[in-house]
């Protein structure tokens, strides 16, 4: 092998908007090179999130314009190869989770560059699948819960009655999760085959979301919820509303325009009844935290299913579809 074919790799990349799984290339690319504050990682696990297709589609072009080529994909477990100048906190051989920077992505890849300041140590015990599903999803589940909701995952506070939709899904099993680290009701939705899945992790009570009480959301104890970790999509506020106690607040993590729309009206009415509109903002401690969780065994992955890179249309073609139970994951 002479020194150029050395500094290739293998990834998947799209060059255009739209095009979905088709749209994904195998190329040879070089690999990065770690600057000020990054490390070079060599990928051991990489998870898909929806915002990685809505990317592609152009969905996000406002806020996250890609340049092309576009290596897609920014949830990673790995090990450090190399680090950059000013990095102190790993060294070569580390094991660790990161979340890499969404405008340029590079989780379909052989090797990744992140940052220092959204990567962590994974523990040997976190096999690095479990771990690489971990940062978009569970960081959302924790920061709906914790900041937007109110909840504390020490279990101090008051009771709060949550309704998590979409508990299935990738932020919706964390959020199951870690809310019952805190001192709640979880009335949660998902469809049929995933309700004893769903138990299992904690959530009191479980309604299929295709039955009559599942479309109305109506809890099967009577009770009102307090806030709603909503991960599903497409659920008007006519239907929360009735649902809700007095204060109670919908955090909607895919808001679209009616949602941003119902915010304003709120606000402007002083309802006390509130939507409220969620972006993620990564937090390494939070991270940190939530790989402890799991080092611990008080927070796992599940995961949908596993694709070697030479598939990883597939798993493309399978987080568009919408229908994941857990996450899925493309391992070398
Ligand atoms: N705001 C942010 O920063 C942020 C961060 C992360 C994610 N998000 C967004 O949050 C949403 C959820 O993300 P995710 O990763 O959890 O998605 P996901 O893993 O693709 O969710 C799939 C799951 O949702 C279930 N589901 C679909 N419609 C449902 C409904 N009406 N009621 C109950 N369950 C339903 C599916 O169950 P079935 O297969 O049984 O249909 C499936 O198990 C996406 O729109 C994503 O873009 C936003």
Redesign the pocket.
Known sequence: MNKMAENLMHALQYSCYGGGAAGLKHVEVPVPAPNQGEVLLKLEATSL???DW?IQKGMLRPVFPVKFPHIPATDVAGEVIKVGPGVTNFKAGDKVVGTLNHFIGGGLAEFAVAKESLTVARPPEIPAAEGAGLP??GL?AHQALTQSAGVKLDGSGKQVNLLI????????QYAVQLAKLGNTHVTA???A??MDLVKSLGADEVLD?KTPDGVTLKSPSGRKYDAVIH?????PWSTFEPNLSANGKVID??PGPRALLTFAMKKLTFSKKQLVP???KPKKENLDYLVKLVKEGKLKTIIDSKYPPSKAEEAWAK?MD????GKIIVEP
């Open positions: 999130n929806p915002v809505k978009i999803a959302t939709t979409a508990a299935s899904g990738g932020v919706g939705t998902c469809g085959r995933n979301y991960c599903a999509t497409g659920i993590i895919t969620m972006i993620i987080i919408g229908h994941a139970t």
